[in-house]
């Protein structure tokens, strides 16, 4: 296995310079908050001198690419059975040799594992931070094989140097079912704020291509298709609102959210609104896209820390989210939140963001936007990362707070 380094920036922020390598094992790349995230951090540890390389253990993935572009190493080793990591590593092992890490960073519950059964194969044993990217509301309702891996990580969980959540709940859940490393740290996702953010020059344009007329009032959303996510309950809502104003437009955006979905298609001919939304699929021009927008809305059941969610309050868009995870942080009292599964809350909180003039949705757009930017920035999650790094490696005490 050959890995090829960004190696022309050696010096870190404020000067400091090192060459610490950094192993990522990740669970996937496909495309997800969870691996947009990793990607953006690994690129900005890489321009502070680190090396950094990446294994997924379940192929490329749409993001592979982006990984190769900005000159990081990937490997993909296409486990079939990536839950009976620890017993079946014999090609993983020999990959992490080839790049000699000096720490591991597991990221999702089956990285976390393999980061674990990797930590084997260092002759000098490289610490191993977990990055835990989810919550856990109810374990009885995540698939079998979800569960598996997850009591599976609480046993083993005590072997790590570290844990990172992205929420103070995500953390909270994970402790209540057994994880035991011997630091947590809680380090909210960082948005680029010089990607997202408003941008009223290209509204009409990008409405015109997608068929949208100026009155028309667009809910937006962008999500994986998956039940977490609640496209139900949010087409329903979005049928509700359609029958007492006619000008409303649904706009579903990412991955299995396309006019090949049969379960979608399906609710949507139920409903009779056909014609009142738009299946996206999976886009990269997504802060473009969310200049169409008039309101964005997050009507999950599960999350950790929503990336879609603070990601619209960045480009300046009033938000109506269901309370999970790091939502009521992210929109404070600018942002209109639902108990999870008010389906009637939902749609009274939607009817009010699409009642308010033009004016006043900017107006909550760019306080929400202000809010976001100044408290999850991509530098101060970058900070944190590297703050934590440094500490593990040192056999330090590491306090997020002086990082945020």
């Known amino acids: 296995m050959s890995w090829s380094f960004n190696v022309t920036g050696e010096t870190g922020v404020g000067g400091s310079s090192h060459s610490t390598r950094i192993l990522f094992i990740t669970s996937g790349l496909r495309i997800g908050g969870a691996e947009n995230i990793l990607l953006r951090l690994v690129v900005a540890l890489e321009s502070r001198g680190y090396r950094c390389g990446v294994i997924s253990l379940t192929g490329e993935g ?127 996702n960082g948005i680029d704020r010089h990607r997202l953010r408003p941008n009223p020059e290209i509204r009409t344009a990008v409405r015109g291509r997608l068929g949208l007329l100026p009155d028309h009032l667009v809910i937006g959303h962008v999500a994986r298709f998956d039940p977490i996510k609640n496209h139900a309950g949010l087409v329903d809502a979005a049928a509700m609102l359609i029958v007492s104003i006619p000008m409303v437009r649904l706009v579903l955006v990412g991955p299995g959210v396309d006019n090949h979905n049969p379960v979608l298609l399906g609710w949507l001919e139920q409903h009779r609104i056909m014609d009142k939304v738009l299946l996206l699929g999976s886009r990269n021009d997504v802060p473009e896209l969310m200049a169409a927008f008039d309101v964005f809305c997050l009507p999950s059941i599960s999350e950790a820390f929503p990336n879609a969610l603070a990601e619209a309050a960045a480009c300046g868009l009033p938000c109506v989210a269901t309370d999970v995870g790091e939502a009521a942080a992210i929109v404070g009292d600018d942002g209109l939140l639902v108990p999870v599964r008010d389906h009637d809350g939902l749609v009274s909180a939607l009817r009010k963001a699409l009642t308010w003039t033009a004016s006043q949705r900017s107006s909550v757009g760019m306080r929400l936007r202000h809010r976001v930017t100044e408290r999850f920035s991509a530098e101060a999650m970058t900070d944190a990362f590297d703050g934590l790094y440094q500490s593990v490696l040192a056999g330090h005490a590491f306090d997020p707070a002086t990082h945020s």
């Open 62 to 188: 749409e993001i592979a690419g982006d990984f190769r572009r900005s000159q990081i190493g990937v490997s993909c080793v296409n486990l079939r059975k990536p839950w009976r990591i620890a017993w079946d590593v014999p090609h993983l092992l020999r990959t992490v040799r080839s790049f000699r890490p000096d720490l591991l960073q597991g990221w999702m519950y089956h990285g976390n594992i393999a980061a674990i059964a990797a930590g084997t194969a260092v002759s000098r044993r490289a610490p191993v931070v977990w990055g835990v990217r989810q919550c856990v509301y109810d374990l009885a309702s995540e698939n079998s094989s979800t569960r598996r891996v997850i009591r599976l990580s609480a046993k083993v969980s005590g072997r790590t140097a570290a844990s990172v959540y992205p929420s103070r709940t995500s953390a909270m859940q994970h402790q209540k079912l057994g994880f035991r490393s011997r630091l947590s740290a809680i380090i909210p």
